[in-house]
């Protein structure tokens, strides 16, 4: 069974950092792009940022020069450091995986994503 976990969110201040973890079971991340998409209640899913299987990545306007997404295959593990929080980034923080084996990542359509985990709470607040 494929499954994407999600973990690390909490309460940052604002200012502060945060790293969220992205966790498969089922399957290795080796051949995959891996992007992160946020959502506050009321708004469309927000792409973040992806790294693609062979390590490039895009970051959304909003998160550039603040987040930085790696990964680690050896581990099977992505992660999104979150530096310089800021009132607008509190959300629920999705992992999601696809592009298999296309060397590329794209943040502009969620649906090319296969599989989703279920999100981690980040809340930003003094």
């Known amino acids: 069974q494929v499954q994407l976990v999600e973990s690390g969110g909490g309460l940052a201040q604002p200012g502060g950092s945060l790293r969220l973890s992205c966790a498969p079971s089922g399957f290795n991340l080796d051949d995959y792009a891996i992007a992160w998409y946020r959502q506050v209640p009321g708004k469309e899913r927000e792409g973040v940022s992806c790294i693609s299987d062979g390590g490039s990545t895009h970051y959304g306007n909003s998160v550039k020069g603040r987040f930085t997404i790696s990964r680690d295959n050896a581990k099977n593990m992505v992660y999104l450091q979150m530096n310089s929080l800021k009132a607008e980034d509190p959300a629920v923080y999705y992992c999601?995986?696809?592009?298999?084996?296309?060397?590329?990542?794209?943040?502009?359509?969620?649906?090319?994503?296969?599989?989703w985990g279920q999100g981690t709470r980040v809340t930003v607040s003094s």
């Open positions: 999601a995986v696809g592009y298999r084996g296309l060397g590329y990542c794209s943040l502009g359509d969620p649906s090319r994503y296969d599989w």
